[in-house]
């Protein structure tokens, strides 16, 4: 397996860069953008399985596990494009053109990442750009944060008597900066899941609280669900930000805000279960239950 991380000032990548975006056009190979879902592997569709299996160039996002992946063959070309804290590895459009350069090169290339690619991924830009140079693409969904964060803090994010519908957000605006106005976000009855919040925790409590909505509104944290490193704090809105300070509490991790939330400790199966197999697909989920 070759690794190529993006970004980086040895000669070796910039040639690397050079040669891919020099290679002659012809026919394009598909593309496939993976969704490589929360980073369990065994939460990882066939599709995307398949797909890392063929691959011959995978561009991948920081979000994307280790065990996730450990999964791909040797040989293949890994390229690190991910953005992780401020900090950037690949422009996106340098990323467009790489991933339309090798496919006309004639190599099998997937984009990988994390969570669910459609779900504030930046897919949208990508799947425009290989639209445009007639490059033919697969979208492969996956398993969200959100859904992660609710199987395995063991709160659903519907509930008959509690929580008639959801809305997803990211704790950011669009030019980066906080949220100007959450008002549209809080409703009677209602879940809302917050992504890459955590940074933005206090922004977040004040905004909420200033919408309207109760500071005794329960609150979970939960951080790396379905991997690991697992870890679900609860509280309430008014505790938001230093719920966010909780020592050793992993990221990415998502906010979830909710009536459904103080149902977690009652339905709770996974926090204290240490009889989960992490090294096999072949997880016995039936013996792990017991």
């Known amino acids: 397996m070759t690794t190529i991380q993006a970004g980086s000032e040895s000669a070796t990548t910039e040639q690397a860069s050079t040669q891919v975006l020099a290679l002659p056009a012809g026919p394009a190979q598909p593309v496939l953008l993976i969704s490589a879902g929360p980073g369990d592997p065994g939460l990882l569709t066939l599709h995307a399985y398949q797909a890392l299996q063929k691959a011959e160039v995978i561009l991948h996002d920081a979000l994307v596990s280790s065990a996730i992946l450990a999964l791909i063959p040797s040989g293949v070309t890994l390229?690190?494009?991910?953005?992780?804290?401020?900090?950037?590895?690949?422009?996106?459009?340098?990323?467009?053109?790489?991933?339309?350069?090798?496919?006309?090169?004639?190599l099998r290339v997937v984009r990988l990442k994390g969570g669910d690619a459609m779900m504030f991924g930046r897919i949208g830009e990508e799947m425009a750009a290989l639209k445009a140079a007639a490059v033919p693409y697969r979208v492969v969904p996956g398993v969200t944060a959100a859904s992660a964060c609710s199987a395995y803090g063991a709160m659903p994010l519907t509930h008959r008597s509690l929580s008639q519908g959801v809305t997803?957000?990211?704790?950011?605006?669009?030019?980066?900066?906080?949220?100007?106005?959450?008002?549209?976000?809080?409703?009677?009855?209602?879940?809302?899941?917050i992504y890459m919040g955590l940074k933005r925790a206090a922004a977040i409590q004040q905004g909420l609280l200033q919408a309207g909505l109760d500071g005794q509104t329960p609150v979970a944290i939960v951080g790396q669900a379905s991997q690991p490193g697992h870890q679900r704090v609860i509280g309430r809105l008014e505790q938001l930000t230093s719920l966010s300070q909780t020592p050793g509490l992993p990221s990415p991790a998502a906010i979830i805000v909710g009536a459904v939330v103080q149902l977690a400790d009652e339905l709770d199966w996974f926090q204290s279960n240490d009889r989960l197999d992490w090294k096999s697909l072949n997880t016995n989920l039936f013996s792990a239950a017991m």
Do not use: F, N
């Open 79 to 106: 390229i690190a494009v991910g953005k992780r804290c401020g900090a950037h590895s690949m422009d996106q459009r340098e990323i467009e053109r790489v991933m339309i350069a090798k496919a006309h090169a004639g």
């Open 168 to 193: 997803l957000i990211t704790g950011r605006g669009r030019d980066g900066g906080s949220v100007a106005d959450w008002s549209p976000y809080v409703a009677l009855g209602h879940t809302l899941v």
